[in-house]
């Protein structure tokens, strides 16, 4: 039930692009994507509605493909400060349990 | 800004003690969530709350039980501590769900069972 992230581990250069992928079992209402740095709390970088609306932040955008129950995270030019865990959160619709996926560590190196 | 506060950063635990992980948010937030995190298990939900005093099980509840008897405290109890309940836990709060409102964290507790 929890969603799948890929890839699990990523390690990047300074200005190269990277892709995080979600993906569910069940129908997404919408899809939450947060960042963790170490030892920090997870902190919320933007949201993604039904309709394939994409968000961004900074140079983090996101896309959402309800159909195929799928989110993709798009970081262009990484930055050192990109480094960290990412999570993908929804809430299983009208049950108010909300749930994570599975993380993908980002390193970035200079 | 809104402030999620776990009562303590690091705790070390016999096996067979009970445990009571406090968790208080300042902004009025209906929903609270308990996560415990792992390597390469991402945030997995224990407990969460919509309302004082309602409670439901998330996807990993065996062992642990919770208490909101306020609205901004929300309490995780180990019942007796085993070692393979060591791990990080969150906690975190929310406004209403249904309208795509996002999760605050506390800053977690680390805790550790001998």
């Known amino acids: 039930q929890q969603p799948v992230q890929s890839p699990q581990a990523v390690i990047l250069r300074e200005g190269e692009d990277a892709v995080i992928n979600c993906s569910s079992s069940?129908?997404?209402?919408?899809v939450h994507w947060y960042r963790q740095k170490h030892g920090e709390a997870p902190v919320f970088l933007m949201i993604?509605?039904?309709?394939?609306e994409q968000k961004g932040h900074e140079k983090i955008s996101a896309s959402f493909n309800e159909k195929k129950q799928q989110s993709s995270l798009y970081l262009t030019a990484s930055q050192l400060s990109y480094s960290g865990t990412y999570f993908c959160g929804t809430e299983a619709s009208g049950t108010y349990k909300y749930i994570f996926g599975t993380g993908t560590r980002l390193k970035v190196l200079a | 800004d809104v402030k999620v506060t776990q009562s303590s950063r690091y705790l070390v635990k016999r096996t067979g003690e009970k445990v009571f992980l406090e968790c208080v948010q300042d902004?009025?937030?209906?929903?609270m969530f308990w996560y415990r995190q792992d390597p390469g298990l991402g945030l997995r939900l224990i407990y969460f709350s919509y309302d004082v005093k309602m409670k439901e099980k998330g996807d990993i509840p065996e062992g642990y039980s919770v208490s909101r008897e306020k609205k901004e405290r929300f309490s995780l109890i180990l019942e007796s501590a085993s070692t393979n309940q060591t791990s990080m836990y969150l906690c975190a709060s929310s406004w209403a769900l249904e309208k795509d409102e996002k999760l605050f964290f506390g800053s977690g507790t680390q805790l550790s069972v001998l």
């Open positions: 069940k129908a997404l209402y919408s």
């Open positions: 902004m009025d937030h209906e929903n």
């Open positions: 993604l509605l039904k309709g394939g």
